[in-house]
């Protein structure tokens, strides 16, 4: 059973930065699509970015030109870097390998000044 570990999340003020990174227990990012949702308080979980095994991306149209997704194989790893915050932002973002449906945790990210 494959294992997702979201980390990198915490408090940071508008227009700020945060890298969040998933971590496989064994080796599926580099053959599976993976999704980063997000989950704000009262609202349902949204799809934020999407990176396929080949490199190509997509992102919802509210993280557009400030979020970027990306994989290291050799580390199992995928990451969002997040720039240029806003409070909208804060959720907790959750990792998912679509091709066996296995989630991280998720990790909280809080945009407040």
């Known amino acids: 059973q494959v294992q997702l570990v979201e980390s990198g999340g915490g408090l940071v003020q508008p227009g700020g930065s945060l890298r969040l990174s998933c971590t496989a227990s064994r080796n599926i990012i580099s053959i599976s699509v993976m999704d980063w949702y997000r989950q704000a308080p009262g609202k349902e979980r949204e799809l934020v970015a999407t990176?396929?095994?080949?490199?190509?991306?997509n992102y919802v149209d509210s993280v557009k030109g400030r979020f970027t997704i990306s994989i290291n194989n050799a580390k199992d790893t995928v990451y969002l870097q997040m720039n240029s915050l806003k409070p909208e932002d804060t959720a907790v973002y959750y990792c998912n390998a679509r091709l066996i449906n296995a989630w991280g945790k998720g990790t909280l990210v809080t945009v407040s000044s």
């Open positions: 990176i396929a095994s080949g490199g190509s991306t």
